[in-house]
């Protein structure tokens, strides 16, 4: 059941992409050339900030597991 549900959420998340992006090219005038390069890097900035939190977290974690094995000396 809750794989079904899961399948559901992806092809409605889908579906709606493509409708929006659909509407900006027939409706407002968009063009898709320009549509799919902003798309591309919106992602690029979207896998920069993920890359940059990951990072920062790893060295955090790094940093208190540090901290803590000098405490206990």
Do not use: C, E, P
């Amino acid at each position: 059941m809750k794989n079904r549900q899961r399948t559901r959420t992806v092809v409605l998340a889908l579906a709606a992409s493509v409708a929006l992006f659909w509407g900006a090219v027939d409706i407002v005038g968009v063009s898709a050339a320009r549509l799919v390069d902003q798309l591309l890097w919106v992602t690029l900035g979207v896998a920069v900030v993920v890359v940059a939190a990951a990072l920062a977290g790893w060295l955090l974690s790094k940093r208190l597991r540090s901290s803590r094995h000098s405490a206990d000396s």
